[in-house]
């Protein structure tokens, strides 16, 4: 059953095959498990947040048009899940004192450029959840901050407020451990 397209793969999966839908999950889990993990706060919470999805691409797989990617279809749920978990464990928003967080500025125009993508992506997960979520949203999703603001039930001007408080964040973290980095260096 290995051997079977896509389109036949889903056809299977949407009549109840375990075993065509253990072969799609195979094949696009490793790729959905890199999108939980960017909305996750750790390796448990993003393999939940991947089960959870699945489930829901299985019960809804009929509704898969061939429009589009499958793939872009299977992550659009993934997401979607991640921002569910995120509302249902903040039902009241997420409130965060920047100034209690780190706050030194660093000057450098891109302080990203040297980072390697694991690192980076820990100092993402370490964001305050709604910072995490809307730097993700925006920046790997490409959402605006209207659509942003419709899915998470807050106004525009928080979005861009946590958007902007997360880039501080994360350039104060980057500046951080590069002078960390130096020190143990020198």
């Known amino acids: 059953m290995e051997y079977l397209n896509e389109i036949e793969l889903i056809r299977k999966c949407g009549k109840g095959d375990r075993r065509a839908q253990n072969i799609l999950y195979e094949r696009l889990s490793p790729k959905m498990m890199a999108v939980c993990f960017r909305y996750s706060r750790s390796r448990e919470d993003a393999e939940d947040t991947l089960m959870e999805g699945f489930v829901k ?6 509704q898969f ?10 992550r659009k749920i ?4 991640a921002i569910a978990k995120f509302k249902k464990a903040n039902p ?5 004192n920047i100034e ?6 660093f000057s450098g125009e891109n302080v990203f450029e040297d980072m390697n993508g ?4 820990e100092l993402i997960q370490k964001l305050p959840p709604a910072y995490q979520m809307v730097f993700n949203l925006y920046t790997f999703e490409g959402m605006k901050h209207k659509e942003i603001a419709e899915k998470l039930g807050v106004s525009e ?3 861009k407020s946590n958007l902007f408080d997360a880039r501080k964040i994360l350039k104060n973290r980057v500046a951080h451990t590069k002078q960390y980095e130096l020190a143990a260096n020198a």
């Open 100 to 105: 209690s967080l780190h706050n030194s500025i």
């Open 118 to 121: 694991k690192a980076l992506m």
């Open 65 to 74: 048009k061939n429009e589009g990617s499958f793939d872009g279809w299977v």
């Open 78 to 81: 993934m997401v979607n899940t």
């Open 92 to 96: 009241f928003g997420v409130i965060v």
């Open 157 to 159: 001007g928080t979005s």
């Open 57 to 62: 691409v299985f019960e809804n797989i009929d």
